[in-house]
């Protein structure tokens, strides 16, 4: 007789049978986690891009300027000094005015003024500056539109819409809506998001200034802290003995590595800024606190890589003759290279995304000027997405969107190169 109390063993079959189960249950939740992450970020980037189409186009109004020598050029002589006092703004009023001849009395030609950006003065100035010889003709000259009016055109305000709960009056949209039916109004390229600076209006705002203080900052970063970590990896790795003294260094830059951003930036502001005086805001000063961020990456990725070359390429080296200096340098580095790039590149890039270490050295400052060189006043693409994000205007949104793509952009573009890199030295190696 069996014990009732004692289970029966389970048979082959079904052990077999259990197994499988078991496995496609597995390969069911690894299926569904690549699908849940593939989904969150098809969603992501689907909202991102989708909020920085807005800024693809922008609306121009086509306006008829008469330009009276007596308004560009007061001193009558086309000098630079003539030409920059003339007046821009009255010819564009005019202008505007005369396609809508029914607006009338100070309040509603100030509300009809608003609908041209402010940035619409100083591009007529540069126009006039680079073709003086339009003076005292009549010529069809696009100028942007604002916010406001942009938006509505867009279709982000609607006109159903309660008027006290827009920032658009109702005339303000019949003045566009004619100027729509006469054909003056006409969408183009938005350029001038890649090529100008800062500026308060959102029509007007550009990523330039803060794509090259990126470049400018990345490049004192990796001037600072790829040779020093590569120096420090190699010492640590290849030459350095083992006590009690270089397990501390190890410790140390273990943790380092896992260091808050932001206790950089600390150290930046405390040290660089007010013990050494360095210029604020600045790629100069954003360099050298990303480079300390940067190191620890560079040294613990460097050491990886030098650890994983065999060690018959180093006992060959020293088989033929070659000194302990030589061997590493001739030919343990070389094998290591890749890793070692790879491995910068990507503390690169995590500095490229970084935000907290540089509003602390003061790269948070609204800044319109196109920076030159690594000591001159600039912002980063991460922070000028917080400025923007943080800004009350709806246009700075689509500004916000638009200049994250360019930042994936950028880290997209670091990562492939990386990639690029190591292939290349794999190949040669």
Not at 351 to 371: K, N, Q, Y
């Amino acid at each position: 007789m069996t014990n009732p109390e004692k289970p029966l063993e389970m048979q082959p079959d079904e052990r077999l049978a259990r197994r499988y189960r078991s496995e496609r249950i597995f390969r069911a939740c690894g299926l569904i986690a690549i699908g849940f992450a593939l989904s969150a970020l098809v969603v992501l980037f689907g909202t991102t891009l989708f909020q920085a189409s807005g800024v693809l186009t922008q609306p121009y109004l086509e306006l008829d300027i008469a330009f009276d020598p007596a308004e560009f050029d007061p001193l009558g002589d086309g000098s630079e000094q003539s030409l920059a006092a003339g007046n821009y703004a009255k010819p564009l009023r005019k202008a505007i005015r005369s396609l809508l001849p029914e607006v009338k009395g100070r309040r509603e030609k100030r509300s009809l003024n608003r609908l041209l950006s402010a940035g619409a003065e100083y591009d007529l100035r540069a126009f006039v500056a680079a073709h003086p010889d339009v003076i005292g003709t009549e010529q069809v000259f696009s100028v942007p539109l604002s916010e406001i009016a942009g938006l509505y055109l867009s279709g982000e305000v609607r006109a159903d819409v309660v008027e006290a709960d827009r920032r658009i009056s109702n005339r303000q949209i019949a003045w566009l809506d004619a100027l729509v039916a006469q054909g003056r109004i006409e969408e183009k390229w938005n350029t001038r998001f890649l090529t100008d600076g800062d500026s308060r209006e959102p029509e007007l705002a550009g990523v330039q200034g803060a794509i090259r203080g990126s470049i400018l900052t990345l490049l004192v970063t990796f001037v600072l802290s790829f040779p020093v970590g590569l120096a420090a990896a190699i010492y640590l790795e290849e030459f350095a003995a083992q006590n009690r003294f270089t397990d501390l260094v190890e410790v140390n830059i273990n943790n380092l590595a896992a260091v808050p951003s932001i206790v950089f930036g600390l150290l930046g502001l405390s040290v660089f800024l007010n013990v050494f005086g360095m210029p604020r805001s600045a790629p100069v000063v954003g360099g050298l606190v990303l480079a300390l961020m940067t190191l620890p990456t560079i040294i613990i990725a460097g050491r990886a890589a030098l650890s994983a070359v065999p060690p018959s390429i180093r006992e060959a080296a020293l088989g033929v003759g070659a000194s302990p200096t030589q061997a590493v340098l001739h030919h343990v580095v070389p094998q290591a290279l890749p890793g070692i790039l790879t491995g910068t590149i990507i503390g690169m890039s995590r500095a490229l995304g970084e935000t907290a270490p540089l509003l602390m050295v003061g790269m948070v400052a609204f800044i319109v000027d196109l920076p030159t060189e690594p000591t001159d006043p600039s912002t980063v693409l991460p922070v000028q997405i917080y400025l923007w994000s943080e800004a009350p205007e709806r246009g700075f949104v689509e500004k916000a969107a638009a200049a994250i793509v360019v930042l994936l952009g950028f880290l997209i573009a670091m990562n492939a190169g990386a990639v690029w890199v190591r292939r290349r030295f794999e190949t040669r190696s």
